[in-house]
């Protein structure tokens, strides 16, 4: 079975501080992948970055960055000089490959508010 | 614009009607995936097409629940005899054929209130 936990329900910040989202997740399979998404107020997920099991190789994407460490099973993820336009759902999710659980778990979500 | 659309956005019943969902997923992508998603948690997944092949359900998805997707391109979702604790954001999301690991793209749900 498959689990993410999202233990930050909601995170409110000041523009422009950093924050930093938390996911630990659960698998069996020695192949997965690791997934975040944001969903803004108009509800459609929205894709934001993947890896897989084998990559444990932190990336930069602008003002995003990923932490992937898999002796800690956590995948987090964080925003620097936060801004408005980032308040949004945050979503960590976890699939298989063929084989294992290919749809997506999802975690519950981290509400982040970025306040003016 | 080619991503995934969905109707109705919102739909509104009475407890024991029928209701149905459309999903037109994004062109060149063979799968198919709902999901359900309740106030305040993550999207739960419920079923997987690849082509017009249903491949997966979840124990969520009761016999009250039945999606199809005949040509391998749109899809629906029917829920009979609603519940309230069917009211629910139904979320659908595409992708491209894959080794896992595929990125789901995901419409704006249809949002219903069971009254």
């Known amino acids: 079975a498959q689990k993410v936990t999202q233990a930050q329900t909601e995170i409110s910040v000041v523009e422009k501080e950093d924050v930093t989202l938390d996911c630990v997740y659960e698998?069996?399979?020695?192949?997965?992948?690791l997934f975040w998404y944001k969903q803004p107020p108009s509800g459609e997920l929205v894709f934001l970055i993947r890896?897989?099991?084998?990559?444990?190789q932190n990336e930069i994407s602008g003002r995003y960055s990923w932490n992937f460490q898999k002796s800690t099973s956590s995948f987090n993820f964080t925003i620097t000089a936060s801004q408005v336009v980032d308040s949004a759902v945050y979503f960590c999710?976890?699939?298989?490959?063929?084989?294992?659980?290919?749809?997506?778990?999802f975690g519950s979500g981290t509400q982040l508010t970025v306040l003016p | 614009d080619t991503g995934v659309s969905q109707n109705p956005r919102h739909k509104i019943t009475k407890r024991g009607q029928n209701v149905t969902f459309r999903c037109d997923p994004i062109?060149?992508?063979?799968?198919l995936y709902w999901y359900r998603q309740t106030l305040g948690q993550g999207p739960e997944f419920l079923t997987y097409?690849?082509?017009?092949?249903?491949?997966?359900k979840s124990r969520l998805l009761s016999d009250r629940f039945s999606a199809e997707r005949p040509k391998g391109s749109f899809s629906t979702l029917e829920i009979q005899r609603t519940e309230q604790g069917d009211s629910a954001m139904y979320l659908c999301?595409?992708?491209?054929?894959?080794?896992?690991?595929?990125?789901?793209?995901f419409g704006s749900g249809t949002q219903l209130s069971v009254l």
């Open positions: 999301a595409s992708s491209a054929q894959g080794q896992g690991g595929e990125k789901l793209f």
């Open positions: 698998t069996r399979d020695t192949t997965y992948y």
């Open positions: 890896r897989n099991s084998f990559d444990e």
């Open positions: 999710a976890l699939s298989g490959v063929p084989g294992s659980a290919r749809q997506l778990t």
């Open positions: 062109s060149e992508h063979n799968r």
């Open positions: 097409f690849q082509n017009e092949a249903q491949l997966e």
